[in-house]
């Protein structure tokens, strides 16, 4: 049966991978085909770059980058930030990327996810939700999807939202919890619970993890199906061969 | 100088598939190519492929290669890949159901879909992610590999050769299903080698090298 997968998330900026707390004081940490070399190394089922450059004119960096990355390691690549147009899936693609994570431009425009589906197949379509709790106390719990970096309410339910993303043609949810991310308190598990239940592809978890029982919270009550981290790998604190290995001794199915 | 060729209809990511090939090829030239008779000179040829199965069909048949495959088939060494995979068999149910090059006689079929309420425990359609393959026969491409060794799957449809003889090794997702074929000179593996690691390397490595 599949493996559940343990997924590095590596932000990149202008051609080098960063590190910092919810976009501030951002550091430099590195090279991207030596970060991604040493997680292919240790185990990662897969690498997520996010770009974070802000200038569009750096938008051939990126496409550098990947080639340099996908020319050198032989597992999956989703690169997300700043996809917007079919041009842009294909270039992401043509430079190495297997998946491109759309995000903003699903919001502003829903049916291109559709069109870009339909032009690469689904199965190279992640849609990345970020989700933020909306819910007063003592009300049920309901999320509405963020955008631009967390900064923008869409007043669309992230249930809904995700539902409506699969009808659209996304092959894979990439679901990141606002309030969590950063905090390291661990997925917000209700929420992708909520979503995994609903929809029928893939669902990645994003946002708040802090240790590992973290991930095997996110797989086994938050039923995802991949776990995305970056702080604790980045900042050593555990490799993912660790990950793995945790994991595996609680019983998760595991490629070790 | 010998050389492998990589069937270009415009369809998915070339780029890595051939990085991987090159990476394994020793003294063998990598062609990525959609001219017929470009690929027609190379010694063995990849049929790649990711996306829907009739814009597949099309683009094969506008660019002259589906011909070109058939023809390539009967002496080289071919290995199809995922979709490349699928278009070997005589029929797809996908798009509706389409016509294939019939390399290999029987159909390509999708997976159940989970129940809407099922809970999170249900299996998802796409396939996707690392599974274990079983070889059920002894093939010179599985040279090197461990037995029941992990690879990279991405799809939501799956072969049924109408010949058990042509099955290779099986995977399981909702039930057994073949996700490696060969007969003759010809291989195909549902999973995808150039995105599988070291397993993946070897498996290509074998497929440069396979004299059949």
């Known amino acids: 049966m599949l493996a559940k997968r343990i997924i590095p998330c590596l932000d990149i900026d202008r051609g080098r991978v960063v590190k910092g707390v919810k976009f501030e004081d951002v550091q430099d940490a590195g090279d991207p085909v030596e970060v991604a070399r040493k997680y292919d190394a240790q185990g990662a089922d897969e690498l997520v770059f996010l770009d974070i450059t802000a200038s569009v004119d750096d938008r051939p960096t990126l496409f550098q980058t990947v080639e340099a990355v996908a020319s050198q390691i032989y597992i999956p690549l989703t690169v997300g930030g700043g996809v917007r147009s079919c041009a842009d899936v294909r270039a992401l693609l043509s430079a190495g990327a297997d998946k491109v994570s759309i995000n903003t431009s699903a919001v502003e425009n829903p049916d291109f996810v559709t069109e870009a589906g339909d032009r690469y197949g689904v199965q190279c379509i992640v849609v990345a939700i970020d989700a933020k709790r909306v819910n007063k106390k003592k009300e049920p719990p309901r999320w509405e999807v963020f955008t631009h970096g967390g900064r923008r309410a869409t007043g669309l339910d992230a249930i809904e939202w995700a539902k409506t993303m699969v009808r659209k043609g996304a092959g894979e949810l990439l679901v990141t919890s606002i309030d969590r991310d950063g905090t390291k308190s661990g997925y917000d598990n209700e929420l992708l619970a909520a979503i995994s239940a609903s929809v029928s592809v893939p669902l990645i978890a994003s946002g708040g993890v802090g240790d590992l029982e973290h991930l095997y919270q996110g797989l086994a009550t938050g039923g995802a199906d991949a776990v995305l981290a970056a702080s604790i790998f980045h900042q050593g604190t555990y490799t993912v061969g660790e990950a793995k290995q945790y994991l595996a001794g609680k019983g998760v199915r595991i490629r070790l | ?212």
Request: charge should be negative; charged fraction near 20%; hydrophobic fraction near 40%.
């Open chain 2, 1 to 212: 100088m010998a050389s492998v060729g990589i069937i270009d209809y415009g369809m998915g990511n070339l780029h890595s598939l051939g990085k991987a090939l090159e990476r394994v090829a020793g003294g063998t030239r990598v062609v990525t190519s959609y001219d017929p008779e470009v690929l027609l000179k190379c010694d063995r040829l990849v049929l790649p492929g990711v996306g829907g199965v009739r814009e597949c069909m099309r683009e094969l048949q506008r660019l002259e290669l589906n011909q070109m495959v058939i023809e390539a088939a009967r002496k080289k060494p071919m290995l199809g890949i995922c979709l490349g995979m699928q278009v070997f068999l005589e029929w797809s149910d996908e798009n509706g159901g389409v016509p294939a090059l019939g390399l290999f006689p029987g159909k390509v079929t999708r997976f159940p879909d989970p129940p809407e309420d099922g809970g999170a425990d249900r299996l998802k359609v796409p396939h996707m992610g690392w599974n274990r393959v079983h070889q059920t026969r002894a093939h010179p491409l599985w040279e090197g590999v461990p037995d029941d060794a992990w690879f990279y799957f991405v799809h939501s449809y799956h072969a049924e050769p109408a010949c058990p003889d042509h099955v290779l090794g099986t995977s399981d997702y909702t039930k057994t299903f073949a996700c490696a074929l060969a007969r003759d000179n010809l291989v195909a593996f549902q999973f995808h080698p150039e995105k599988s690691q070291n397993a993946g390397m070897t498996l290509l490595a074998n497929f440069v090298q396979w004299d059949p």
